[in-house]
């Protein structure tokens, strides 16, 4: 029988359109470390949606990354091996529907002992991770880049959007929130008790202004000190980072952290026993030459990188 296309009714037409890093697309989980995984899904934004076209848009651009970090020295792909699992289909407006083929595609994933490397999506996709990793890995610690806290009850009346899922996995019990971090947040808020609501949670919360403060290596053992042997989850939002370096994202603040800056944060964060990664929130129509989208690649990269540190 000759090759047909996919059809969009069952696989969105913006799945699936290329490889990060040239890595080889994963015909067989067995024995791979860590896996790229596409979440295409922005149904959760409650500003400006395009954040479905983020995998893609990353994966286009990750053309330009090479397997050796000089700085931490090491060859990423001499040390792990993995590739590129495509994209999960998603199912474009319906956000409970994309939870559950989120969480399906990731149990598999998990059940061969990957380390998966999610591409947002929107921030509402780490919940429905988080929830398949419960099952394989106990309420892990979460370390959370973002310039917001994603702590809210309701957003437009509904549970699940991309200001709430940190409030769901507390409430869920996917997480130990007195063993997890919230870094970076900012800006104008409508509930001026927000950071004490997320200490109420039992998380840590340290907005910008004091990590400016503090600087890197305060941050760095307030970090170590939550965290400590536990598993862990990184969820990196885009939106860390100052506009002017990343624009290309759904809810910008700014007074945010430089590229450099956070490049450096995730290097010095490399002694943990990490379990999931995923970076959300990039938005590539409104990017300026891929900057957004290469600065995501970077970070993916970055995390690898002190992945296969740790494997030496
Ligand atoms: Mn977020
Ligand atoms: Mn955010």
């Not at 295409?40 to 983020?54: N, W």
């Not at 590739?83 to 474009?92: L, M």
């Not at 008790?193 to 340290?206: H, T």
Request: proline share 5%; aromatic share 8%.
């Amino acid at each position: 029988m000759n090759n047909k296309p996919a059809t969009a009714s069952t696989s969105p037409r913006f799945c699936n359109m290329g490889n990060f890093m040239r890595l080889p697309k994963l015909t067989d989980l067995k024995g791979q470390d860590f896996a790229i995984v596409g979440i295409p899904f922005d149904t959760g934004s409650s500003f400006r949606v395009g954040s479905r076209f983020g995998p893609n848009g990353i994966r286009q651009i990750s053309v330009m990354m090479k397997p050796n970090n000089v700085i931490l020295g090491v060859n990423i792909l001499d040390k792990l091996k993995g590739g590129d699992y495509g994209d999960i289909n998603v199912v474009p407006g319906y956000i409970e529907k994309s939870y559950a083929n989120i969480e399906k595609e990731m149990d598999e994933i998990l059940a061969h002992n990957i380390i998966p490397i999610g591409l947002g999506g929107d921030h509402s996709v780490t919940l429905a991770e988080l929830r398949s990793i419960k099952k394989k890995h106990g309420a892990v610690s979460l370390i959370h880049f973002d310039s917001h806290a994603d702590i809210n009850d309701l957003v437009f009346g509904e549970k699940y959007n991309h200001g709430t899922p940190f409030r769901r996995a507390v409430e869920e019990g996917l997480i130990d929130p007195h063993k997890s971090i919230q870094l970076g947040m900012r800006g104008s808020l409508y509930d001026a008790d927000e950071f004490k609501k997320s200490a109420e949670l039992g998380f840590r919360l340290i907005p910008t202004h004091e990590m400016r403060e503090m600087g890197v290596e305060n941050i760095i053992k307030a970090i170590k000190e939550r965290v400590g042997d536990n598993k862990v989850f990184l969820t990196f939002d885009i939106d860390f980072i100052d506009p002017a370096y990343a624009p290309g994202t759904g809810t910008p603040e700014v007074g945010g952290w430089s590229s450099y800056e956070a490049l450096q944060m995730i290097r010095k964060i490399g002694d943990f026993n990490y379990v999931g990664f995923d970076i959300v929130e990039v938005a590539p129509c409104y990017d300026a030459g891929e900057i957004t989208s290469l600065l995501a690649a970077n970070i993916a990269f970055e995390f690898l990188s002190i992945l296969a540190v740790k494997k030496k």
